[in-house]
């Protein structure tokens, strides 16, 4: 499958959902619309192939990849607490720092590539959201700021060997919204076992009753 295609596919995917209201629920949760969602994923794949050049710097940021996730997590930033804020972006900054610093081990030692780069970032970026917060905007603020700084960090690594890079490329993409596809599979599964596990107690607690 070529880099970008993954991310197109999950986006029109998402765009299907919300054009027929599948998501209501989890989008009130997080304080966002229908119209809002779907005026936002029509950007970001109207933008998938757009990017800008630096001038201080030879590297081109993309539209899609980088500057409107990082726009999605400052909208999501200014609506948390005050108090919360520092520590959330405070564990962005370190979340980034640390998998930027585990792609390089995966780039320098590919024996450790025990499942396709893209999966295996987007679990360990999974397991990192939920060992910070179980909050789901918090969640989905880290996803959009840590993803593409840590694509960011990764590729300025590289800058001295390479004549031309991009912070939120193709792959980039296809990396982030694989990671946001299994972030929604993990809450739907999650919210599934809750829902089990409550059914489970009310049968129990019947059935001792009649006892």
């Not at 765009?15 to 998501?23: D, K």
């Not at 959330?88 to 979340?95: D, G, P, R």
């Not at 179980?134 to 840590?150: A, E, G, K, S």
Request: glycine share 4%; net charge positive; proline share 3%.
């Amino acid at each position: 499958m070529n880099e970008g295609t993954l991310s197109l596919i999950i986006q029109w995917c998402l765009l299907c959902l919300i054009w027929m209201g599948s998501l209501d629920r989890p989008l009130t949760k997080v304080g966002l619309t229908r119209a809002s969602l779907l005026a936002a994923l029509t950007l970001s794949l109207v933008s998938s192939f757009v990017s800008w050049k630096l001038y201080f710097l030879p590297v081109q940021v993309s539209m899609s990849g980088a500057i409107l996730p990082i726009l999605s997590a400052g909208w999501l930033y200014v609506r948390f607490p005050r108090e919360r804020r520092r520590l959330l972006l405070l564990a962005a900054l370190l979340t980034a720092v640390l998998l930027t610093l585990f792609r390089m081990v995966l780039f320098k030692d590919p024996v450790l590539l025990v499942l396709d780069e893209t999966t295996l970032i987007a679990i360990v970026t999974l397991v990192a959201l939920f060992a910070l917060t179980r909050d789901m905007r918090q969640q989905l603020f880290l996803l959009f700021l840590v993803l593409p700084l840590t694509d960011g960090l990764y590729m300025l690594q590289f800058l001295p060997q390479m004549e031309r890079s991009e912070i939120g490329s193709e792959y980039a993409q296809d990396m982030l919204w694989s990671t946001f596809f299994l972030w929604g599979l993990a809450l739907v599964a999650w919210s599934v076992v809750k829902k089990g596990w409550g059914v489970y107690r009310a049968v129990r607690s019947k059935s001792d009753s009649h006892r």
